[in-house]
């Protein structure tokens, strides 16, 4: 099945890496995952996220589902 997500490469100081890694671990994302909630978080603060599309179940994309109690 075709994603509907564009691939890229991104090229990062290996100590910027390092950081958003641990960041990421921390947060229990995946470090693609965390730079895209990064991503999208500027965006929305910036007034420059495109109008809503489909999320997870329970939170923005790259966040991970929320478990219900």
């Known amino acids: 099945m075709p994603?509907?997500?564009?691939?890229?490469?991104?090229?990062?100081?290996?100590?910027?890496?390092?950081?958003?890694e641990q960041w990421a671990n921390d947060e229990f994302r995946s470090v693609n995952?965390?730079?895209?909630?990064?991503?999208?978080e500027a965006l929305r603060r910036a007034g420059r996220l495109p109008q809503a599309r489909s999320?997870?179940?329970?939170?923005?994309?790259?966040?991970p589902p929320t478990v219900d109690s």
């Open 3 to 20: 994603s509907s997500r564009k691939a890229f490469p991104l090229r990062l100081d290996p100590e910027l890496y390092r950081a958003l």
């Open 33 to 40: 995952a965390h730079i895209e909630y990064l991503l999208r």
């Open 55 to 63: 999320v997870h179940p329970g939170g923005q994309a790259g966040e």
